[in-house]
């Protein structure tokens, strides 16, 4: 019902930045929750960024300062713009979306999350 197709990843230098993408379809984008997870190899999927309860940007610790989510409802489109890079971010950055309304306590968790994108490759290089 709803596609969702990241893109922007890639290799880069500690220090660099990237822009990540995720393009939806399919049920009107600017009525779902969205966010970016990832995921390293051996670990767990960790919540990085969301825009969603009271139209409140959230982000983790290990990005706050250093990246920013956005959204574009014209072009069915969200955002993450990473900056100052490390070695850590290395990762597969996933989008995802909710089909219902999620608060401060559910933002955070993978598991509110309905659908999701095939991932984008981040590597950050010393």
């Known amino acids: 019902q709803v596609q969702l197709v990241e893109s922007g990843g890639g290799l880069v230098q500690a220090g660099g930045s990237l822009r990540l993408s995720c393009a939806a379809s399919g049920r009107t984008f600017s009525s779902l929750p969205m966010a970016w997870f990832r995921q390293a190899p051996g670990k767990e999927r960790e919540f990085v960024a969301a825009f969603s309860w009271g139209a409140s940007t959230y982000y983790a610790d290990a990005v706050k300062g250093r990246s920013a989510f956005s959204r574009d409802n014209a072009k069915n489109t969200v955002y993450l713009q990473m900056n100052s890079l490390k070695p850590e971010d290395t990762a597969v950055y996933y989008c995802?979306?909710?089909?219902?309304?999620?608060?401060?306590?559910?933002?955070?968790?993978?598991?509110?999350?309905?659908?999701w994108g095939q991932g984008t490759q981040v590597t950050v290089s010393s």
């Open positions: 995802a979306a909710s089909a219902r309304i999620l608060g401060p306590s559910t933002t955070y968790y993978s598991r509110s999350y309905d659908y």
